[in-house]
Structure formats: structure tokens, C-alpha cells
T-cell receptor, first 114, second 115 residues
Framework: DSGVTQTPKHLITATGQRVTLRCSPR?????VYWYQQSLDQGLQFLIQ???????AKGNILERFSAQQFPDLHSELNLSSLELGDSALYFC?????????????FGQGTRLTVV | AQSVTQLDSHVSVSEGTPVLLRCNYS??????LFWYVQHPNKGLQLLLK??????LVKGINGFEAEFKKSETSFHLTKPSAHMSDAAEYFC?????????????FGAGTTVTVRA
């Protein structure tokens, strides 16, 4: 158990809809990262938050947004969903002190858009 | 910029035989390198990491990797494969001591272990 909790584990929704994925980081970790894993794109970095503020942005679509709350949990919002958004979305956390530290991954939320 | 190339998309070995997963990286700085494993329907687990200390790194479950700067490689090995090693393995590069954690993942290598 990595200590990172993601909910829900599975989500099935229709095109055009909006969903929210939730992540609770390990106790004490200030950084939260979101990744998308799909068959054609592999693992892609989406966005990072550190102590409530956006720290880095990757290949995140404008239809997607995220935030980190004062209690350090994070939510990834996906709107106007398309079939191609079907993927496994991972959240990871670290203590945020830099690239040498390990990131701990949750078990992911599998999103299926139908 | 940084990138990772995993040279094999699929490796099949017999139980008890050595495993070799190849990874080459490209980086404009001295990188930190990681190997992660993903078992079916599970999250990613860190196997080992290189962060500019010893070039031969030992990880969990009997895995080790050697950082070779001259070859820009970070191959993962295990002397004797076990059935539980069947999983997908990712080589990852990151800029050390950076304020972000934009892990650059390789495409992954799927390992199959035959009884």
C-alpha cells in the first residue's frame, strides 16, 4: 500500500459529461501529481501541485483542470469528455523537496467514456 | 529536454533464468533515473533509483540496474526470474533537484515469465 488513495477506482460515463477524480496523498506529502496512462500515449504527466499551488504543467488539455485543497487532497476535473479520454489516471505524491525523492503512486482511476 | 527509450516492448523468460530490460536515456544534464513496476490492475511501485551516487543500484525483489553514462543506459537485471515478476516495467528519467516532478516515462516493457 503506497499510502496514496484514489477514488473512484472505476468510472464509466458518456461523451460530453464531466467527472471529478479525487486523490488523497500520503500523510505529510505536499506535492501531488496527476498522470494519464493510455494505450497509445503511454504515461503522460498532466499537472503538479505543491502545497495548494500549481507547480508544473504537462500535456493537460484545456478541458481538464485540477486543484489542491488546504487539506492537501487534490481533484482532477475532466469535462466535455471524449472517447479518447478513456484511460487510467494516476495520482502520485511526494514530499516535494525535489526530483531525487520518490513519488508514491495510487492505484489509479480507470475512466471509460462511452 | 529529457527522454527515455525502452528497447524492448515485450520480454519473455523462463522461470529461474536471468531477466534483462534495456533502457537508454537522453538528457541535457546529469539525470536521476528510476525503474517502476506495474502489476496488473495495480499502481506503480518504485523498484530502484539512481541519483548520482553509486552507479550500480540494488532494488527490491532482487532487481538491480547499472548506470552507464558513456552508453547513456540504465538497464535493469535480475539473475533469476520468478513468476511474480510478470508485470510491466517503466524506465523513468527526471531532472534532479528540480522543483517539479515531470517524470518522463519510457513506453514500458511487458515481462512474461514461463513456468
Amino acid at each position: 500500500d503506497s499510502g496514496v488513495t484514489q477514488t473512484p477506482k472505476h468510472l464509466i460515463t458518456a461523451t460530453g459529461q464531466r467527472v471529478t477524480l479525487r486523490c488523497s496523498p500520503r500523510s505529510g506529502d505536499l506535492s501531488v501529481y496527476w498522470y494519464q496512462q493510455s494505450l497509445d500515449q503511454g504515461l503522460q504527466f498532466l499537472i503538479q501541485y505543491y502545497n495548494g499551488e500549481e507547480r508544473a504543467k504537462g500535456n493537460i488539455l484545456e478541458r481538464f483542470s485540477a486543484q489542491q485543497f488546504p487539506d492537501l487532497h487534490s481533484e482532477l476535473n475532466l469535462s466535455s469528455l471524449e472517447l479518447g479520454d478513456s484511460a487510467l489516471y494516476f495520482c502520485a505524491s511526494s514530499d516535494g523537496t525535489g526530483g531525487d525523492t520518490e513519488a508514491f503512486f495510487g492505484q489509479g482511476t480507470r475512466l471509460t467514456v462511452v | 529536454a529529457q527522454s527515455v527509450t525502452q528497447l524492448d516492448s515485450h520480454v519473455s523468460v523462463s522461470e529461474g533464468t536471468p531477466v534483462l530490460l534495456r533502457c537508454n536515456y537522453s538528457s541535457s544534464y546529469s539525470p536521476s533515473l528510476f525503474w517502476y513496476v506495474q502489476h496488473p490492475n495495480k499502481g506503480l511501485q518504485l523498484l530502484l533509483k539512481y541519483t548520482s551516487a553509486a552507479t550500480l543500484v540494488k532494488g527490491i525483489n532482487g532487481f538491480e540496474a547499472e548506470f552507464k553514462k558513456s552508453e547513456t543506459s540504465f538497464h535493469l537485471t535480475k539473475p533469476s526470474a520468478h513468476m511474480s515478476d510478470a508485470a510491466e516495467y517503466f524506465c523513468v528519467v527526471i531532472r534532479p533537484r528540480s522543483n517539479d516532478y515531470k517524470l518522463s516515462f519510457g513506453a514500458g516493457t511487458t515481462v512474461t515469465v514461463r513456468a
